[in-house]
Nanobody, 114 residues
Framework: QVQLVESGGGLVQPGGSLNLSCVAS????????MAWYRQTPGNQRELVAI???????NYGPFVKGRFTIARDYFRKMLYLQMNNLEPQDTAVYYC????????WGQGTQVTVSS
């Protein structure tokens, strides 16, 4: 089965940047989309960014060009480069393989605060 482990979260000041990574193990299928979601206490998980086979990407409306999702199929890695971070971006960020019924990582905390 697929396992996902995220890293790269932390505390950053408003306007700063973070690069999240997700390493996958097991039978990762390149045809399956991979995505980043985020969740704050009391709220549902929301899509941050998703990448489909062939490199097609889609982003949540709040991203506004600040984030970039990328996938390394050979190394089974997923990345999220986040720039110009805002306090509203504070959340636990989750890596996902295969959609809502697929596999989730344990999450990595991102805190944007001065």
């Amino acid at each position: 089965q697929v396992q996902l482990v995220e890293s790269g979260g932390g505390l950053v000041q408003p306007g700063g940047s973070l690069n999240l990574s997700c390493v996958a193990s097991g039978p990762v299928y390149s045809n399956n989309p991979m995505a980043w979601y985020r969740q704050t206490p009391g709220n549902q998980r929301e899509l941050v960014a998703i990448i489909f086979a062939g490199g097609i990407t889609n982003y949540g409306p709040f991203v506004k060009g600040r984030f970039t999702i990328a996938r390394d199929y050979f190394r089974k890695m997923l990345y999220l480069q986040m720039n110009n971070l805002e306090p509203q971006d504070t959340a636990v960020y989750y890596c996902n393989h295969g959609g809502s019924d697929g596999t989730w990582g344990q999450g990595t905390q991102v805190t944007v605060s001065s």
